[in-house]
């Protein structure tokens, strides 16, 4: 069975600190998504990372796939408020099997 | 308008009721998924269907059933609603292919069973 586990679970920042959240696992992972979720709302998919190595940028955020494909971190630069909620990281095994979701990290950035 | 829909967004219901959640999507994708979410315990997949004729259980399965009407329509049944199904129900569509590129979720219905 793939797991991902998340870390930390938890984590509350002052506004324009950097921070890291990881995603690990012992399997390996054709693919991996990053979600941001919001409260009363669903996920909201921020990007896929492919190739083990790869670095992806968007805005502030900053994703990377391990060059094995089994752990991706999420680096976020200056956080603001409006970066506060549960991201969550998502690995897609071979073949047709479904998604495999970690169980998140909740995100609180405070003005 | 959203891509993906889900209705009711709220229902209160009593132990023993039969429920329907719906799902509609616009987004043209072949796979459509059901999850439920708990504090604590994540996204946990109840069931999913790559296309109209495939239906498959997902790691909780027992107490649901589903309905692919269509390829934009996926509905999801509890026949006699318990109260450790109260959670926050999610449906998600994705594409097929040889690599996965995500999910797209929708609103969610949050589900109380008394």
Redesign the interface.
Known sequence: TQLLEQSPQFLSIQEGENLTVYCNSSSVFSSLQWYRQEPGEGPVLLVTVVTGGEVKKLKRLTFQFGDARKDSSLHITAAQPGDTGLYLCAGAGSGNTPLVFGKGTRLSVIA | DAD?TQTPRNRITKTGKRIMLECSQTKGHDRM?WYRQDP????R?IY?S?DVKDINK?EISDGYSVSRQAQAKFSLSLESAIPNQTALY?C?T?TSGP??????????TRLTVL
Do not use: H, K, N, T
């Open positions: 993906v998924y604590g315990l994540g996204l997949l999913y790559f997902g999610f998600a994705g690599l996965v590129y995500g999910q797209f979720f929708g609103p969610g």
